[in-house]
């Protein structure tokens, strides 16, 4: 069965940077793109970052365009997320979905607060 596995996050000071990852498993990774979410407290989930299968495309909302870059390795399966000059506003639980399908993993949370 499909099955997404976040990794990586953590408590880090504003200005700071992460790196998250996403093992993915149950389907041919290198057909489909990859997205990935966060859900702050209150908040609805929103989708912050997408990368095609290739990984030729990328695209971000202008909330996180500039400081988070989404990349993917199709021989390990795998989808990351480089967050750079993180700010508190950025703390929420942080998931990756394959693009049209309505499957969540167990996210990682990510705190950034001094």
């Known amino acids: 069965q499909v099955q997404f596995v976040e990794s990586g996050g953590g408590l880090v000071q504003p200005g700071g940077s992460l790196r998250l990852s996403c093992a993915a498993s149950?389907?041919?990774?290198?057909?489909?793109?990859m997205t990935w979410y966060r859900q702050a407290p209150g908040k609805e989930r929103e989708r912050i970052a997408f990368?095609?299968?290739?990984?030729?495309?990328?695209n971000y909302p202008d909330s996180v365009k500039g400081r988070f870059t989404i990349s993917r390795d199709n021989a390990k399966n795998t989808v990351y997320l480089q967050m750079n000059s993180l700010k508190p506003e950025d703390t929420a639980v942080y998931y990756c979905?394959?693009?049209?399908?309505?499957?969540w993993g167990q996210g990682t949370q990510v705190t950034v607060s001094s």
């Open positions: 979905r394959r693009y049209l399908l309505n499957k």
């Open positions: 990368i095609s299968s290739t990984g030729s495309s990328t």
């Open positions: 149950g389907f041919t990774f290198s057909d489909y793109a």
